[in-house]
């Protein structure tokens, strides 16, 4: 077996192995645990796609979704985890759009989670579009993000205070594999009164 | 947008092959209100479930150990129609394009959750499917029964309404259109959304529609872009694999596929067509080496089949390899109790003592295989290999008769063309083996002229009885068999009663039925039926 086989199967072990930890803690209540797991495993699925990047096999599977889905999903499943409270923005859209709901899904969740991680009191998340571009939008109420990470372009920001880096890597793909009408989904990171992220794709 | 779902009349069916996880699942499920669950380790399991109840849900991991996984899975109960489209199949992966799984829409789950997941992400996702699926039951329903015309119709009105399914409800219709023969209609069609937004199913759509309308070269060229931007998109790689088989490249085809198996190493499906193409091409040691995965990967589990068996010995023996050949055949009969008479095994068998000379064996195998029910229903590898069997022992004239059979089966299919002539080379000469196919495939058309030419000068009963001996002598050739039901059933109309023929045309109907569920002539016939059906309770 290759080293690839080896670690895909062991990636799949470990998350195995989150989720079970990650059912024990919640049958005791043990919310901060559920938490920590979940998060790890996110990160797991994180790097597994970015693995596939890497090969040129990672591909947008680009079908109809609704925005308001997703973002009620998110703000859901993070209402019984999350220390802090997680609130949707007004207005988020109702009507289709055309992106990979699982990659998106993934670039979001992690920008929330990094939010929370961050925030003093709250985070928002929502969508909102243009007759160009459709956004999901991730905001906090903490220090915002640090200078260099807002300098830097696609790369890896590497090991540093905001984690490994690899979640705005992926959200950086992610984007990237959006592309209609002859413009590319960005991600776009500024700062004001805390973080703000921005996956924005063409509509 | 959440819905008010009553989760405890839903029946969930869990199947995982971890005892741990099964219990957090259904803790999970209990907890958001589900009360009938049924938990299973392994798809044995999990197939008597199925075969007892009904189920609403079926939630299912993609590692299932021991070579399968739930792809395979849902593949194996799609194909066989033992879920109807109402029921929700939902995959659980460790990362959605793990194994590139974009498959044939018809065998894609309706959705994937990553895990662990929360309680409150499975119920937030539930509702939302749920939703979905109560918007398109009575489309789901309608295409369970291959009633496409209503499908169609259906499909408009919620395209029309311009609701958040709408999209859903185009993607349906595209295939629905495929499926009842209208493929120019459905290549504009295609196109029309392309032009809107390029959609990677609306992309694939046309290529099969370019494909049923002949337009090879396009089609083609549409999906090696496809490819090219979308390298998960499997469904593209074995289309573009089959075009390029239907059409005698098996060396392009064979290329196409193998790249597919490399993205996307577990598909029993693509292994198969892997082996298809291989053995047209007269390579069986890659049909060895693709059916000897299948074999391993689907021992013990109640996705095997025999033809697997069957012609992973049937390349052993071509590959001079009898004795292993002869191990297979007793695997399979083993694992297959009921089988033990399956002609293709058998001719297999008889091949194999043949070449190990053994004739006293290979004339009792033969034997036996040539008594294996209407040979006429085989598979066309199975007839090859029977075919070939009688040649082995020189019974010229029935193996010949054979292949005769196998061609008109399958009049269009190049790939089984090429086998047939390499057989008969080997044993007669190129040009006896090339008129073998041209006169085989000669008759069928002109049997199919003379059958429309006579219903044009009104002799629609000539054309029933020449349809019908046909039919009879090729009841694998499905198109045979529809026409010959549809012309009955005219003549019925146009001639008056008459049991015997009435009888004739049921059972054509209903092997049609059976066979191509989705055959496009089965309307026109069931249309007829019901015309005459009114006529005799008016006579009444």
């Not at chain 2, 082996?275 to 074999?295: H, I, M, N, T, W």
């Not at chain 2, 055949?329 to 293709?344: C, M, Y």
């Given at each position: 077996?290759?080293?690839?086989?080896?670690?895909?199967?062991?990636?799949?072990?470990?998350?195995?192995?989150?989720?079970?930890?990650?059912?024990?803690?919640?049958?005791?209540?043990?919310?901060?645990?559920?938490?920590?797991?979940?998060?790890?495993?996110?990160?797991?699925?994180?790097?597994?796609?970015?693995?596939?990047?890497?090969?040129?096999?990672?591909?947008?599977?680009?079908?109809?979704?609704?925005?308001?889905?997703?973002?009620?999903?998110?703000?859901a499943d993070s209402a019984r985890l999350a220390s802090l409270p997680v609130r949707m923005r007004p207005d988020v859209p109702g009507e289709v759009f055309f992106y990979d709901e699982n990659l998106?899904?993934?670039?979001?969740?992690?920008?929330?989670?990094?939010?929370?991680?961050?925030?003093?009191h709250e985070v928002y998340i929502g969508a909102r579009a243009d007759e160009r571009w459709l956004e999901f939008i991730v905001t906090d109420d903490g220090p915002g993000f640090p200078s260099e990470q807002l300098a830097e372009s696609a790369c890896p920001a590497g090991v540093s205070g905001q984690g490994t880096g690899l979640g705005l890597y992926l959200a950086r793909l992610v984007a990237d594999l959006h592309t209609h009408d002859g413009l590319r989904g960005v991600v776009l990171l500024h700062n004001d009164h805390g973080a703000h992220f921005t996956l924005r794709l063409p509509r | 947008m959440a819905s008010v779902t009553e989760y405890a009349g839903k029946r969930l069916l869990i199947i995982d092959d971890m005892p741990e996880m099964r219990s957090s699942l259904r803790s999970q499920a209990t907890s958001i209100g589900f009360q009938k669950v049924t938990a299973c380790g392994h798809l044995r399991e999990a197939l008597d479930a199925l075969r007892q109840t009904p189920f609403d849900i079926i939630l299912c991991d993609y590692y299932l150990g021991s070579g399968t996984n739930g792809q395979q899975f849902l593949e194996y109960l799609r194909t066989r129609r033992m879920i109807p489209r109402s029921t929700l199949f939902i995959m659980i992966t460790a990362e959605k394009n793990h194994d590139a799984v974009i498959t044939a829409a018809e065998c894609m789950p309706d959705d994937y959750l990553l895990k662990p997941f929360t309680a409150e992400l499975f119920k937030t996702r539930v509702e939302r499917l749920l939703d979905r699926k109560a918007r398109l039951a009575e489309i789901d329903a309608m295409q369970d029964k291959g009633r496409w015309a209503e499908v169609i119709a259906t499909c408009d009105e919620i395209i029309s309404a311009r609701d958040r399914y709408q999209v859903d409800a185009m993607r349906i219709k595209g295939n629905a259109l495929i499926q009842s023969g209208r493929h120019e209609e459905a290549a504009a069609y295609y196109r029309k959304i392309n032009d809107m937004r390029p959609l990677p199913w609306a992309r694939l759509g046309l290529s099969r529609a370019l494909r049923e309308t002949g337009k090879l070269d396009e089609a083609r060229e549409q999906l090696t872009t496809l490819i090219a931007e979308a390298p998960h998109l499997m469904a593209a790689y074995d289309l573009l694999g089959h075009i390029h088989a239907a059409e005698g490249d098996s060396a392009a085809a064979l290329q196409v596929l193998d790249d597919a198996s490399r993205r996307s190493p577990h598909s029993l499906a693509r292994l198969r067509a892997i082996a298809e193409v291989a053995e047209s091409a007269g390579d069986f040691e890659r049909v060895e080496k693709s059916l000897s995965q299948v074999v391993d990967k689907t021992r013990n589990t109640p996705l095997r089949e025999t033809s697997d068996f069957a012609r992973l010995g049937s390349a052993l023996?071509?590959?001079?390899?009898?004795?292993?050949?002869?191990?297979?055949?007793?695997?399979?009969?083993?694992?297959?109790?009921?089988?033990a008479e399956n002609p293709a095994l058998a001719a297999v068998e008889a091949i194999a003592h043949h070449s190990l000379g053994n004739p006293a064996k290979a004339e009792a195998a033969l034997e036996r295989a040539l008594q294996g029910g209407d040979l006429g229903l085989l598979p066309a590898s199975a007839m090859l290999t029977l075919a070939q069997a009688c040649l082995d022992s020189g019974r010229a004239d029935q193996g010949q008769a054979l292949l005769k059979q196998?061609?008109?089966?399958?009049?269009?299919?190049?790939?089984?063309?090429?086998?047939?002539?390499?057989?008969?080379?080997?044993?007669?000469?190129?040009?006896?083996?090339?008129?073998?196919?041209?006169?085989?495939?000669?008759?069928?058309?002109?049997?199919?002229?003379?059958?429309?030419?006579?219903?044009?000068?009104?002799?629609?009963?000539?054309?029933?009885?020449?349809?019908?001996?046909?039919?009879?002598?090729?009841?694998?050739?499905?198109?045979?068999?529809?026409?010959?039901?549809?012309?009955?059933?005219?003549?019925?109309?146009?001639?008056?009663?008459?049991?015997?023929?009435?009888?004739?045309?049921?059972?054509?109907?209903?092997?049609?039925r059976e066979r191509a569920p989705n055959h496009r002539k089965l309307a026109d016939i069931d249309a007829l039926w019901a015309r005459l059906a009114a006529r005799q309770n008016a006579l009444e």
């Amino acid at each position: 077996m290759s080293f690839q086989a080896y670690a895909a199967l062991t990636i799949h072990d470990v998350k195995n192995r989150l989720a079970t930890l990650a059912n024990r803690a919640q049958a005791r209540g043990d919310v901060d645990t559920v938490r920590e797991a979940l998060n790890a495993a996110e990160l797991l699925t994180a790097l597994l796609v970015c693995y596939k990047a890497e090969n040129g096999w990672l591909g947008a599977d680009i079908d109809a979704h609704a925005p308001i889905d997703l973002i009620e999903e998110l703000a859901a499943d993070s209402a019984r985890l999350a220390s802090l409270p997680v609130r949707m923005r007004p207005d988020v859209p109702g009507e289709v759009f055309f992106y990979d709901e699982n990659l998106v899904r993934l670039a979001v969740n992690g920008a929330l989670h990094n939010a929370l991680r961050h925030a003093q009191h709250e985070v928002y998340i929502g969508a909102r579009a243009d007759e160009r571009w459709l956004e999901f939008i991730v905001t906090d109420d903490g220090p915002g993000f640090p200078s260099e990470q807002l300098a830097e372009s696609a790369c890896p920001a590497g090991v540093s205070g905001q984690g490994t880096g690899l979640g705005l890597y992926l959200a950086r793909l992610v984007a990237d594999l959006h592309t209609h009408d002859g413009l590319r989904g960005v991600v776009l990171l500024h700062n004001d009164h805390g973080a703000h992220f921005t996956l924005r794709l063409p509509r | 947008m959440a819905s008010v779902t009553e989760y405890a009349g839903k029946r969930l069916l869990i199947i995982d092959d971890m005892p741990e996880m099964r219990s957090s699942l259904r803790s999970q499920a209990t907890s958001i209100g589900f009360q009938k669950v049924t938990a299973c380790g392994h798809l044995r399991e999990a197939l008597d479930a199925l075969r007892q109840t009904p189920f609403d849900i079926i939630l299912c991991d993609y590692y299932l150990g021991s070579g399968t996984n739930g792809q395979q899975f849902l593949e194996y109960l799609r194909t066989r129609r033992m879920i109807p489209r109402s029921t929700l199949f939902i995959m659980i992966t460790a990362e959605k394009n793990h194994d590139a799984v974009i498959t044939a829409a018809e065998c894609m789950p309706d959705d994937y959750l990553l895990k662990p997941f929360t309680a409150e992400l499975f119920k937030t996702r539930v509702e939302r499917l749920l939703d979905r699926k109560a918007r398109l039951a009575e489309i789901d329903a309608m295409q369970d029964k291959g009633r496409w015309a209503e499908v169609i119709a259906t499909c408009d009105e919620i395209i029309s309404a311009r609701d958040r399914y709408q999209v859903d409800a185009m993607r349906i219709k595209g295939n629905a259109l495929i499926q009842s023969g209208r493929h120019e209609e459905a290549a504009a069609y295609y196109r029309k959304i392309n032009d809107m937004r390029p959609l990677p199913w609306a992309r694939l759509g046309l290529s099969r529609a370019l494909r049923e309308t002949g337009k090879l070269d396009e089609a083609r060229e549409q999906l090696t872009t496809l490819i090219a931007e979308a390298p998960h998109l499997m469904a593209a790689y074995d289309l573009l694999g089959h075009i390029h088989a239907a059409e005698g490249d098996s060396a392009a085809a064979l290329q196409v596929l193998d790249d597919a198996s490399r993205r996307s190493p577990h598909s029993l499906a693509r292994l198969r067509a892997i082996a298809e193409v291989a053995e047209s091409a007269g390579d069986f040691e890659r049909v060895e080496k693709s059916l000897s995965q299948v074999v391993d990967k689907t021992r013990n589990t109640p996705l095997r089949e025999t033809s697997d068996f069957a012609r992973l010995g049937s390349a052993l023996t071509a590959t001079g390899q009898a004795d292993k050949a002869l191990a297979v055949v007793d695997e399979a009969r083993e694992a297959f109790r009921g089988e033990a008479e399956n002609p293709a095994l058998a001719a297999v068998e008889a091949i194999a003592h043949h070449s190990l000379g053994n004739p006293a064996k290979a004339e009792a195998a033969l034997e036996r295989a040539l008594q294996g029910g209407d040979l006429g229903l085989l598979p066309a590898s199975a007839m090859l290999t029977l075919a070939q069997a009688c040649l082995d022992s020189g019974r010229a004239d029935q193996g010949q008769a054979l292949l005769k059979q196998v061609v008109q089966t399958n009049p269009e299919a190049k790939d089984v063309h090429a086998r047939v002539t390499s057989l008969m080379e080997r044993h007669g000469s190129a040009d006896q083996a090339r008129k073998l196919v041209a006169d085989s495939v000669e008759e069928v058309i002109q049997l199919n002229n003379d059958a429309v030419r006579f219903g044009k000068e009104g002799r629609i009963g000539e054309a029933a009885e020449m349809l019908t001996a046909a039919a009879n002598r090729l009841p694998g050739n499905l198109q045979i068999v529809a026409n010959a039901a549809y012309a009955l059933l005219v003549a019925l109309l146009a001639n008056g009663h008459d049991a015997d023929k009435l009888r004739e045309a049921e059972r054509f109907r209903q092997a049609v039925r059976e066979r191509a569920p989705n055959h496009r002539k089965l309307a026109d016939i069931d249309a007829l039926w019901a015309r005459l059906a009114a006529r005799q309770n008016a006579l009444e």
